[in-house]
């Protein structure tokens, strides 16, 4: 080896010794009081109280934090109150901020370097940014001038620092990058970002993937099984009966000729074993940066009309569920302008995201709204037959779209990407590191799919390329939608914003202050043609376009139920007499059906509602999985030794504390029963895509079926059955547990093995343990599962550490704001060892909810700190 091969990787090792010894000596110094390191860590931290003269503002603007430095924003102007978002979003999260729009814009290889240039390309691929541009052109002034004035104020706080001073972690880039500048904020920057919300809620498309690994690995037949039908007969859908007419959906208890003040116009509208571990590595690359996502990723949202509450008034609760980060993906905040006028008719407030104007998630003066994810169809992996620049398509040969992107490398040379495109979509089979992982699915996927046409019988190489059709890849006015949101005071207005809100598709819980409760599912859901969408689909044909999208007429959706409740938990949204095709891969209906249960014992038992019983039920950790196994696994035979777990579970509640001994028995239980069934038969981590309570009904499915061959355990000789296979993992569950936790078993704790470490999305996943030390938090122990409503959810054969969580709780009380409650995952701030950046975790663990003033007297009774901000001269 030369010496010059060895001066480069001497290089990087003397770089990463720097890194280590100053993020050290930093931590050690903060942790003594050192001058310099509080001057260095604290340098970012923004100002919150006094006057500051901000060029761009036209009056002045009061901010108004409380002690967890929750803003409340008052302005005259929607301009400046739009300004002064921009401007405080800045002050606490522009790290978060500056790294989302490089990845949304397939430009983390210019802070991060080489590393992340396939995620780059694959980002590049789909064309994110792109599609944002082309949204701007269709947005409406009212959108455009809220996009720029948020900008201005983004740009107004970056004005004049330097990088030290906005962020510690440019301080850390720099020993690597010195070289990185921060552009201004453009509006794009803001918009492109609801594209990677798109793709953390996009439905089904890890479903389809996995079940062409499953077939490969077994037969179609075999992996339609682990993907049972939806239980009607057991979990309610969110809305019951209701019908089409003439495309429009009436429900049940309305007349067939809706009320006009219900109507919304509609709008126009190898080896093949070695592959399949890492097929998903595409998608799979954006997880450090956006999260774990897929079915499991879910969320909690009820309502409960004034007949069942003790003020006689509507309570609104909702639980989003999303990976963990540090800091949490929500900031807390209010936006008011301080006389209502149909040019200022903003007074709102709840869960924003840094990067984006205006409130996702809360209530205004007249209206509490929460989401669920709907987790609509919208997405088709369609094969190709590509031969060299071209593509088939109904017997001709087409013409591939390209273009040529560029990928900057910060400390190295420039890559270039030539991006492909079909009529259907993007090919992500071809990018380069990542997109070649998807070829399994071209030389695998039963074509068309199984029980709609014989199979293609052209010969098919080395495998068709797989291209991607999705609702997000065309340009919408999206971004209109959340603007009306903010503004509505009505289920009419509210029903107008969910008509714009096209993807991703949540479900739309209301409420108001006139005692209405209601529901709306949005979004752009395509119509297929002789299809289901839930296996990959031949792009020669045209027989598998899509033909339209559903009405939004037609979209289910209710108003006063007469039970006087609604529930939204990802089950499916209405019943399989529905005349058009949602998706047949909802999640399960676990979570929903215990909420729906806790509901209507609590009204039969007489007692009303108050905001601390939902915040409760927030909390509730029963395990429905373990209701069902418990009773059917207590008589089998097993060792001798592990009769004393056996013990804990004769006497459970099938609750899941955190120090709960039976609950870690039983899924460590659940653990090595999944992974002996399915993942060391198959090869492939199915759990890790699946919805969180989809094995509980597969479960259901073949307990019935003891010689099913599911059960044969082919890592183990003559372990075939199902009482053969569970006595094994209960075995090997108990002795996996003295190991890890002792051989008291009755001092076992479910928490110290579900644990949650808040990593932060870029630094805080380094590998260098100091630097690690200075943006991460934890690991704390944590109650709940997956498939609980206390959705802490984990993978079985990644261990049981937590990968997604309820990330934000709140509970709207329409009797009187002020009696709401919210609680953060970490804190509103994102500056490292800022007092609010972790001072919500020990609240949101154990199920505690802060006061969320809104009225101007507990608003200003909470102040702890008032920043104005005025023109300046």
């Not at 109280?49 to 102007?77: K, W």
């Not at 990058?177 to 552009?183: H, L, Q």
């Not at 089998?636 to 804990?648: D, K």
């Not at 459970?652 to 060391?680: E, G, H, V, Y």
């Amino acid at each position: 080896m030369t010496d010059s091969a060895v001066r480069p990787r001497r290089g990087r090792r003397i770089l990463i010794g720097v890194l280590i010894a100053l993020a050290l000596l930093l931590v050690l110094a903060y942790a003594i009081g050192s001058s310099f390191a509080h001057y260095t860590v604290k340098r970012s931290w923004p100002q919150t109280s006094g006057t500051l003269e901000i060029a761009g503002l036209g009056a002045s603007v009061d901010v108004v934090r409380d002690e967890r430095g929750v803003p409340v924003i008052y302005a005259d102007t929607l301009d400046d109150l739009m300004f002064a978002q921009g401007y405080v979003h800045a002050q606490d999260r522009f790290w978060e901020m500056d790294v989302r729009r490089h990845i949304t814009a397939g430009r983390l290889s210019e802070m991060f370097g080489k590393s992340t240039v396939p995620t780059d390309a694959f980002i590049r691929t789909l064309g994110w940014r792109r599609i944002a541009e082309e949204e701007l052109t269709l947005l409406s002034d009212a959108s455009l001038r809220m996009l720029d004035s948020y900008a201005a104020g983004v740009n107004a706080y970056l004005n004049g620092r330097s990088k030290a001073d906005i962020s510690l972690e440019y301080s850390v880039l720099g020993l690597q990058n010195p070289d990185y500048v921060i552009e201004p904020w453009v509006p794009a920057d803001s918009v492109a970002w609801l594209k990677a919300l798109a793709w953390d809620l996009r439905g089904n498309m890890t479903d389809e993937i996995y079940r062409v690994l499953l077939a490969a690995a077994s037969t179609p037949e075999l992996a339609e099984q682990v993907y049972p039908p939806y239980p009607y007969d057991r979990h309610r859908p969110i809305v019951e009966g209701g019908s089409v007419v003439q495309d429009r959906f009436v429900p049940d208890g309305l007349l067939a000729a809706a009320p006009a003040s219900l109507s919304i116009p509609a709008e126009d509208t190898g080896e093949v074993v070695g592959a399949l571990t890492n097929v998903l590595a595409a998608s799979a690359l954006l997880e450090p940066w956006l999260g774990k996502s897929g079915r499991g990723i879910g969320s909690n949202s009820w309502a409960v009309a004034g007949q069942h509450t003790a003020t006689g008034q509507p309570i609104l609760a909702n639980d989003p569920h999303l990976a963990a980060s540090m800091p949490s993906i929500w900031y807390q905040a209010g936006l008011r302008c301080r006389t209502i006028t149909p040019e200022c008719n903003f007074d709102v407030a709840g869960w924003t995201m840094s990067g984006v104007p205006g409130v996702f998630i809360g209530h205004n003066d007249t209206i509490a709204w929460g989401f669920t994810n709907t987790g609509p169809d919208v997405t088709d992996l369609v094969l190709q037959k590509v031969e060299g620049d071209s593509y088939e398509y109904d017997g001709v040969m087409v013409p591939l779209e390209s273009r040529t992107e560029v990928i900057e490398v910060a400390g190295g040379d420039p890559v270039e990407l030539t991006v492909r495109e079909t009529n259907a979509g993007p090919l992500i089979s071809a990018v380069p590191e990542a997109g070649e992982n998807y070829v399994v699915i071209g030389q695998e996927a039963p074509v068309p799919a199984p029980g709609y046409a014989p199979a293609d019988d052209v010969e098919r190489g080395s495998g068709y390329q797989v291209s991607l059709r999705w609702t997000a890849l065309e340009p919408r006015n999206t971004f209109d939608g959340f603007a009306l949101l903010n503004s509505a005071r009505s289920f009419d207005e509210f029903r107008a914003a969910a008509e714009v809100l096209a993807v991703p598709a949540q479900n739309l819980l209301y409420a108001d202050i006139d005692g209405n409760i209601a529901y709306q599912m949005p979004g752009v859901i395509p119509i297929r043609s002789g299809y289901d969408g839930k296996w990959p689909v031949p792009g020669w044909s045209s027989e598998f376009d899509w033909t339209g999208s559903i009405p939004f007429e037609a979209l289910p959706w209710t108003i006063n139920p007469p039970e006087g409740w609604i529930v939204t938990a990802n089950q499916a949204v209405i019943g399989p007499d529905y005349p058009y095709f949602i998706t047949d891969d909802w999640s399960y209906g676990a979570r929903s059906q215990r909420i729906v249960d806790l509901i209507a014992a609590q009204i039969a038992e007489g007692r009303p509602f108050t905001p601390t019983d939902m915040a409760e039920m927030q909390m509730d950790s029963f395990n429905t999985n373990a209701e069902f196994l418990v009773p059917r696994i207590l008589s089998m035979p097993v060792a001798e030794a592990t009769r004393p777990g056996m013990l804990l579970l004769e006497g459970w509640d099938l609750t899941q504390p955190i120090d709960s001994a039976p609950a870690a028995f039983f899924n460590a239980f659940w653990s090595q029963l999944l992974t002996r069934m399915f993942d060391d038969k198959t090869g492939v981590d199915i759990y890790s895509a699946s919805g969180d309570d989809q094995f509980f009904e597969v479960m259901r499915t073949l307990w019935d079926r003891p010689d099913d061959p599911w059960w044969d355990d082919s890592s183990t000789p003559g372990v075939e059955t199902r009482d053969q296979v569970v006595t094994v993992s209960l075995d090997a569950a108990y002795q996996d547990l003295v190991s890890r936790l002792g051989d008291d078993p009755t001092a076992w704790q479910w928490g110290e093995l579900h644990t949650l470490l808040l990593r932060n999305q870029t630094l805080g996943d380094s590998g260098i343990a100091p630097i690690e030390m200075l943006f991460n938090r934890g690991p704390i122990d944590v109650a709940g599962g997956s498939g609980i409503v206390l959705a802490t959810g984990w993978t079985p054969s990644d261990g049981f550490e937590v990968d997604w969580v309820p990330s934000m709780r709140q509970v709207v009380d329409l009797a009187d704001f002020d009696y709401s409650t919210w609680v953060n995952l970490t804190g509103n701030s994102g500056h490292a060892f800022n007092p609010n950046y972790e001072d919500q975790v020990t609240a949101w663990q154990t199920g505690e909810q802060f006061p969320w003033a809104w009225s101007d007297l507990a608003v200003e009774q909470g102040a702890e700190a008032t920043l104005t901000l005025t023109p300046a001269s």
